[in-house]
Each structure stands twice: as structure tokens, then as C-alpha cells.
């Protein structure tokens, strides 16, 4: 037992002591050290992800901000999502063909067609980071042609945003469930109407998150119930409605075999954004669980993982371990503070940077990629 717990003494300890870096020091606070206090630094000038964090930080108030960024208890496990992507070194191969590695970012989710293996995961509060609330989003994601997921608390209703949706535009509606048939049937139907393609049903979320950040603001989650959530209220779940309903929160590999048990078409692998719980595992370590423990999950259902994604190649990783699409929240929140042309640009970079960083590792075409370009063992010491 002292062997097995040593490792993570030792980690505890390393990650006390180490100061964390919610932006990494890429000159970002040097290079606007001049910009008047609450200015949004230029669009142009926001060279990736995480400088969308840093001018949302400086721009708006401190409860709106909170109420993105805060985690759960202590927040290792907001920590750790960012973190781990550097615990697993890439293994670049070299003397490969890369040059069409842009035209391999096409793929399907669900058999939707979208330009990249990435979306806009739900998040609520729309209007904490614009005053246009959720268009920016919903507009960004069709200009750049990719899957967003609204949020059930979205300061925009179901139907408020269907009427900012382009004709051929593909949404997954999140939603929060329970035993009421009657509330559920109402949420089913709406997100119907409005033209969602699926429903991505949270189930990490049954009872209140434990959130001290966000307690100091009052601005706390949006579900706060104790909720029974079971295998068997998804199979009668799948009786309501026509659409197929997407596990998001899937933090083990026994509960992905259990999904495909269950006929479950897609599982969303997700710690809620180390929101709920402290201390549960990255989704990255859930898939590296599920890549050694049941690889064959992977090619039973779909399988998408969000948690910390701030640049390409964290993006990259996932998709070596068998992940069909990634998605991204807390970053299009903080570009939706530019609005459209925000969340348009979070994209651009985003897409440019799975690209670059694919080819640099060696991948020649991201629907050959393979868990080999990555060494899985972990070094604690980059973390």
C-alpha cells in the first residue's frame, strides 16, 4: 500500500510547492503592459487560446470571470485538466508526408459533417462574458463550421437560440435530467423543435458541486439538486425521444463498457471542468484508462473528451488515444467577450494549431493517427 501511495505523496507535494500558471508566460502582461485597465486587448493581437483567458480576466468584473473560471474544492482537479497534456511527451516522427494534413480535419460527429474534431462544449451564463449572450457562439460555430453544444442554462432559451442558427447548422442540446417524466418530456420536445441533431445528457452532475470560488460571488451551479441518475433511467430515457442521447461525464472505463452495454451511441468523457468534484481524474487519464483497459470502446461508440484543451496539441493527444471529437468550453466563453469575430478567431487558431502541431509530431493524417506518436509514460517532472 506505501508503494502505491508514495507517487502520490510525492505529486501532492511537487504540485504545493510549484507555483501554477492558469496562463502560461508567453509575454502576454509585458506586451500590454500599456493597455488601459478594462480594455480589451486587440482582436489581431490574441495569438492563442489562452490569451482569451488573461483579456477576459482584465475586462470583466470579477463575479462574472469567477463564475467561468472557478473549479471545485481546491481546485487540483481545474489544475490537473490543464496540466496533464504536458505529462505525456510527444514522440515526433520525422520523414513523413504532411503537407495535406489540413484536409484530414474534416470529420463526422454522429454523421454530422464538420470541418474539425473539435466543439464548443455546453456552458451556461452566456451573458456573464457579452451582453449578446450566446450569439456569438452560435454564430461563431457556423461561420467556422463546427459542432456547438448549448448549454440547458444557457442565458439564451432553447428556442431563442434555434432562431440564430443558419439552415444547415448541427447543435447537440445538453440538458439536466431526472425521474419527471413530464419536465423531461417538455425538455425533449423543445430540443426537437429546435432543430438539435441530439441531446447530451449530463451525468456527473448529481448532486451540487463544491465550488468555494464561485460561493464567495454567489455564483455557484446551475444545478444544485440531488438527482437520480442510473442505467435505468437512461434506457427509458431512450423511449422519449427519437434523438440519440449522448452520456456527457463518463469518468471511467467500467461506466464506458456499461455505455456500450446499454446501446448508448456517443460518451462524452468529462470531470465537468473540475467543477463537481475535487480530485477526480483528468478526462485525458480516463481515455489513456480506457486506451489500456478496453480499446475496443473506442471503436464500439463514439467517444469525445473535453478538460483543459488549450492548445493543438492537446488536442492532438486525445485524438492518438482514440478520441473522435474534443471539446472545448471555458475558452470560447472568454472569446465570446469579443463576440462573433472572437469566437471566429478562437477557431481559426485552434484548427491552425491541431494542424501544425500534428504535422511537427509526425502525422501525416489525423484519421491515421495512432497512440504511438505519444509516450505514455508520465513525467511528473514537466507537469
Same mark, same amino acid.
Given at each position: ?38 480594455? %480589451? ?324 493524417? %489525423? ?17
Amino acid at each position: 500500500m506505501y508503494s502505491l501511495l508514495l507517487p502520490l505523496y510525492l505529486l501532492g507535494g511537487a504540485l504545493a510547492a510549484r507555483p501554477f500558471l492558469n496562463e502560461p508566460d508567453t509575454g502576454f502582461d509585458a506586451y500590454f503592459a500599456d493597455l488601459p485597465a478594462g480594455e %480589451l486587448p486587440p482582436l489581431d493581437k490574441i495569438v492563442g487560446l489562452p490569451d482569451f483567458d488573461a483579456a477576459a480576466r482584465r475586462h470583466l468584473p470579477v463575479m462574472n470571470y469567477t463564475y467561468y473560471r472557478n473549479g471545485a474544492g481546491g481546485e487540483w482537479s481545474y489544475r490537473n485538466n490543464l496540466e496533464v497534456y504536458n505529462r505525456y511527451s510527444l514522440r515526433p516522427r520525422t520523414m513523413v508526408d504532411i503537407t495535406n494534413i489540413e484536409s484530414t480535419l474534416q470529420t463526422t460527429i454522429l454523421g454530422h459533417n464538420v470541418s474539425a474534431p473539435f466543439f464548443i462544449s455546453p456552458c451556461a451564463r452566456g451573458e456573464y462574458g457579452n451582453a449578446d449572450k450566446e450569439k456569438g457562439l452560435v454564430e461563431g460555430a457556423a461561420a467556422g463550421n463546427i459542432l456547438y453544444m448549448p448549454a440547458l442554462f444557457a442565458s439564451m432559451t432553447i428556442e431563442e437560440i434555434a432562431t440564430l442558427k443558419t439552415d444547415d447548422q448541427v447543435t447537440f442540446q445538453q440538458v439536466y435530467l431526472d425521474s419527471n417524466d413530464t419536465a423531461t418530456q417538455q425538455i425533449f420536445d423543445r430540443a426537437e423543435k429546435s432543430g438539435a441533431k441530439a441531446v447530451v445528457f449530463t451525468v456527473d452532475s448529481a448532486a451540487d458541486g463544491n465550488r468555494h470560488r464561485a460561493a464567495r460571488y454567489g455564483v455557484g451551479s446551475a444545478d444544485s439538486s440531488y438527482t437520480l441518475i442510473t442505467w435505468d433511467l437512461y434506457d427509458h430515457l431512450t423511449t422519449m425521444t427519437d434523438l440519440p442521447i449522448v452520456l456527457k461525464g463518463i469518468q471511467t472505463v467500467e461506466d464506458a463498457q456499461k455505455a456500450v452495454e446499454h446501446g448508448v451511441p456517443a460518451i462524452y468523457l468529462s470531470n465537468h471542468g473540475g467543477r463537481q468534484i475535487d480530485s477526480a481524474r483528468s478526462p485525458l487519464e480516463v481515455a489513456l484508462e480506457i486506451h489500456r483497459q478496453a480499446p475496443e470502446v473506442f471503436s464500439q461508440l463514439e467517444v469525445y473528451a473535453d478538460g483543459g484543451v488549450r492548445y493543438g496539441a492537446d488536442v492532438v493527444k486525445l485524438l492518438a488515444l482514440g478520441v473522435h471529437a474534443v471539446g472545448v468550453g471555458r475558452p470560447f466563453m472568454y472569446a465570446n467577450v469579443y463576440g462573433t469575430a472572437g469566437v471566429e478567431h478562437a477557431i481559426d487558431i485552434l484548427k491552425h494549431e491541431i494542424a501544425i502541431d500534428a504535422a511537427n509530431a509526425g502525422v501525416g493524417d %489525423l484519421k491515421k493517427i495512432d497512440p504511438s506518436i505519444v509516450d505514455w509514460t508520465p513525467n511528473w517532472e514537466s507537469a
